[in-house]
């Protein structure tokens, strides 16, 4: 074979290895499959699939097209399955890339390939770290000098050296059992000692490749899972800030009424029970709009009460299409409460609170409005006291939605003030999915 034949193939070889990897990572349940390391069976065939379909795909190209033995690279990829998915996988995975040569009479291309694939997995069980399956570098000189260095003093045999060893032993019997056995086994026959030596780091290289940038993979999908952790942690952190702030105002309220009406109390105490009960239901990030408000109807039951009928007035203009959309749960009492402390409870003759809903534009609107003071006139602002509700609430939208969402507030001075949120419209689903599914896309590393 002409050995400049020989060194343009070697160096297509490492461009296929890392296209099928960065074809294969495409796929969000190969990014599944990569990430998890305790695979059951099924998993871990479906991984052995996903792998060994474009190689095999390979072997055929590289029997149809006339020297463009680049193309095969299955010794490589039974190498791959086999430390990445376990041994039975290997073998599973071994037996599809060799099916195309079987075709063709190359009669030792599947035994010797399950067998590859069966101790790569075997390699695999003994590695103490797996992390260290997922560092194999190409780059084994360095590998080399730094187990050099740690073995100076007290020898031992390092995972990723006996991994190197490995594949450069199963290179070697390729070579030799195809020169032995002609036609049986496909190898590409060195022409000299420096192609030899192109045709060990051009196989190493061929199975690191594909480990690093399925490792990179593997990172993002872990600083995504880190990322949502920390968003669900940083939401729960402002529920926490939310909470004991409305408990405070609604047991004053309460209290207020113990003394001189025990009946009315008691109705409140079961109305502050149902206020408890949903505070309690952490699990529950997202409700119906409908939920909601009656769980904000509670609240304005004890805040009429307490300030009389003739002097808080609520009017609700629903839109009933938008009652069933999923939102945050315990969204809109921080604003209604703002409303009535600080908007109303400064004026004399009191005022109205006034709940809307509608669609506009594809997005689900909810506004709170009061005829109070305004807060240019008590000076609130969002990083002011009266202004710890906006605050969470814009900064729970942002956790949440991102650029999706928004809060917007407008206020005249001795008319009222109107705070609009702007929704995404999400039907209402099981609480849990919806909460994960925000927190893995405000989590994603992906553009």
């Known amino acids: ?8 193939s070697l160096l297509v070889r490492m461009g296929v290895a890392a296209a099928v990897a960065s074809a294969l990572v495409r796929s969000r349940y190969f990014k599944a499959l990569l990430y998890r390391e305790d695979r059951n069976i099924t998993q871990s065939i479906h991984l052995a699939l996903f792998i060994s379909v474009p190689f095999a795909l390979g072997v055929v190209v590289r029997m149809s097209v006339r020297n463009f033995i680049a193309a095969d690279l299955a010794l490589e990829s039974a190498i791959l399955i086999g430390v990445i998915a376990g041994r039975g996988a290997g073998i599973v995975g071994a037996m599809l890339v ?60 390092d995972w990723q050296i006996s991994f190197f060893l490995y594949i450069v032993l199963l290179q070697f019997l390729r070579v030799e059992m195809g020169r032995v056995f002609h036609g049986r086994l496909f190898y590409i026959p060195p022409s000299g000692w420096l192609s030899a030596l192109g045709l060990y780091a051009v196989t190493v290289a061929a199975v690191a490749i594909p480990l690093k940038i399925w490792n990179n993979t593997r990172i993002e999908k872990k600083l995504e899972e ?65 939920e909601e408000l009656e769980f904000i ?38 604003l209604v409460e703002n409303s009535i402390k600080h908007g109303l409870a400064p004026r004399i003759e009191g005022g109205t609170v006034i709940l809307r809903s509608r669609i506009e534009a594809g997005a689900l609107v909810i506004e709170v409005e009061d005829d109070g003071i305004g807060m240019v006139e008590r000076g609130a602002g969002l990083s002011s006291g009266s202004g710890i509700g906006l605050a969470n609430t814009a900064e729970r939208l942002k956790v949440l939605y ?38 893995e896309e405000r989590a994603s590393t992906r553009s």
Do not use: C
């Open 98 to 157: 060799a099916l195309p040569a079987m075709l063709q009479r190359e009669f030792l291309s599947m035994p010797f390939y399950m067998v590859a694939g069966y101790f790569a997995g075997v390699l695999r069980d003994v590695a103490v770290n797996k992390e260290h399956i997922w560092s194999f570098t190409p780059f084994m000189d360095l590998s080399i000098y730094r187990w050099v260095r740690r073995n100076i003093d007290r020898p031992r045999l």
């Open 402 to 439: 991102g650029e999706n969402a928004s809060l917007s507030v407008g206020s005249a001075n001795g008319r009222g003030t109107v705070v609009a949120i702007k929704l995404p419209m999400v039907q209402s689903v099981e609480t849990d999915d919806t909460t994960r599914r925000l927190y």
């Open 226 to 290: 880190q990322q949502m952790l920390l968003l669900q942690a940083r939401m729960e952190a402002l529920q926490s800030q939310i909470n004991p702030h409305f408990l405070f105002n609604t047991l004053n309220s309460v209290a207020s009424l113990v003394r001189f009406d025990p009946e009315m109390a008691r109705v409140l105490i079961v109305k502050l029970a149902n206020i408890l009960r949903r505070i309690l239901r952490k699990g529950d990030s997202f409700i119906q709009l409908r």
């Open 1 to 8: 074979m002409d050995p400049r034949l020989i060194s343009v």
């Open 297 to 334: 109807d509670d609240y304005l039951d004890i805040e009429v009460v307490r300030f009389g009928r003739d002097k808080l007035r609520v009017i609700k203009e629903l839109d009933p299409e938008t009652l069933d959309f999923a939102m945050p749960s315990m969204l809109l009492q921080p």
